[in-house]
């Protein structure tokens, strides 16, 4: 008798902790990472493990070009078998997931996720996403031109300097392509602002001199590579004597070692600064418990004092709480060390605008691709 009316308690008393979620159990992270965003955010995500192991068991990381994301994720959509819960993309892997509809709406996003705590950068970023991409760190961008002092003694000041240099010392100056570059994305981008083109935040109607102007000034240029580290690299070799940069592009490597330290920058006349950063976002297809877990994970990334931890990688938080003087005396310390006095006029000097929307930044990047990089681009 007992053991039959102790068996319906025990069954009722079981389902009710699976009703409220008592039981469920921690999920796997499986992180994609196309826009390097694991050098600022690696931390936060680490701390998040250990504060929750009963929401996290473990975290997986894959790397892969932003070009290559969309279809990587809609083949594992099609099949109904996603690997992948957690993307940290750029602008660019972000803009055409959020373009092709492959991303799940941040439930509730503007309750969850308050804009009026955000750097200027940081609503910049937000106004794009429109929900389906959450920032999570965040600057003024660019774009600056990295130069060796040694080979370039008098750096371009305009536009049409440029072009000169350029023509004159063929193959040295270099880019990436801008839908897996943030320096490609900020030369793509400034140069409507630079040429006082008619709608700099209208690439299809509005940006006949920068289309120009980039078709010209690649005349003069060896090749596009695929990625912003062999711009670095073939100008710590001497092969190229300037490259586009932006400000994480251009502190982060030096302080690396990656190109000299002595590197300088130039910023020709009427540059704009146009906002760059990083975006998490969760694919369609992602089962609702492991939805519930990542956002919550985003919650705990927006955290002022996990924020102020994105400052290591020299792009810096979104959240404006998370100051540079909250940040641990070492990284704060760098940080200052690898600072230009240039970055302090942004604002001020140097304008800035929000970055293309996604639907902008898609169309413009295709652009590109098809009538400036055309057969120049390579791996």
């Known amino acids: 008798m007992k053991t039959r009316s102790a068996t319906p308690l025990v069954a009722a008393l079981v389902g009710a902790c699976l009703c409220s979620g008592a039981l469920a159990a921690p999920i796997s992270l499986s992180i994609i990472d196309t826009g390097g965003d694991l050098a600022s955010v690696q931390t936060i995500i680490e701390n998040y493990k250990k504060a929750n192991p009963d929401k996290v068991s473990e975290i997986k990381i894959q790397r892969a070009p932003a070009p290559e994301l969309p279809a990587k994720i809609k083949a594992q959509q099609d099949a109904g078998r996603l690997d992948i819960n957690l993307v940290l993309t750029g602008q660019d892997g ?3 997931l959020a373009q092709n509809g492959q991303l799940i709406a941040i439930p509730d996003y503007q309750k969850t996720f308050p804009r009026d705590g955000l750097t200027d950068a940081g609503k910049a ?3 794009e996403g429109k929900g389906v991409l959450i920032p999570s760190v965040g600057n003024a961008g660019g774009p600056v031109l990295i130069y060796n002092p040694a080979k370039v003694p008098g750096p371009p000041k305009t536009a049409q300097e440029l072009l000169t240099w350029v023509k004159a010392n063929p193959g040295k100056f270099m880019y990436a392509r801008p ?3 943030g320096p490609g994305r900020a030369i793509l981008q400034g140069f409507a602002f630079i040429l006082g083109d008619s709608k700099p935040l209208d690439p299809e109607k509005g940006w006949d001199k920068s289309w120009d102007f980039l078709k010209e000034l690649g005349k003069s240029v060896e090749y596009y590579p695929t990625g912003t580290a062999i711009t670095l690299k073939e100008f710590a070799q ?5 490259i586009a940069g932006i400000m994480e592009w251009d502190m982060k490597p030096r302080a690396q070692s990656v190109i000299p330290p002595d590197s300088k920058i130039a910023i020709l006349e009427n540059t704009t600064f146009v906002v760059d ?3 998490w976002c969760i694919p369609k297809g992602v089962p609702q418990e492991q939805v519930d877990v990542i956002v919550d994970l985003m919650k705990f990334m927006w955290r002022p004092e996990q924020q ?11 959240v404006k709480a998370a100051a540079l003087t909250s940040a641990p005396k070492d990284i704060q310390d760098e940080v200052k060390e690898f600072w230009r006095p240039e970055y302090d006029q942004i604002g001020t000097k140097w304008k800035v605008s929000p970055p293309l929307g996604v639907t902008e930044l898609s169309y ?3 652009r590109w691709d098809r009538e400036v990089g055309a057969d120049q681009v390579k791996k």
């Open 179 to 181: 839908a897996n570059s």
């Open 94 to 96: 972000g803009a055409l």
């Open 277 to 279: 950063g990083h975006y």
């Open 308 to 318: 102020a931890l994105t400052w290591k990688a020299f792009i810096g938080p979104v």
């Open 364 to 366: 413009a990047m295709e």
């Open 238 to 242: 001497g092969q190229r004597w300037m």
């Open 125 to 127: 970023l937000y106004d």
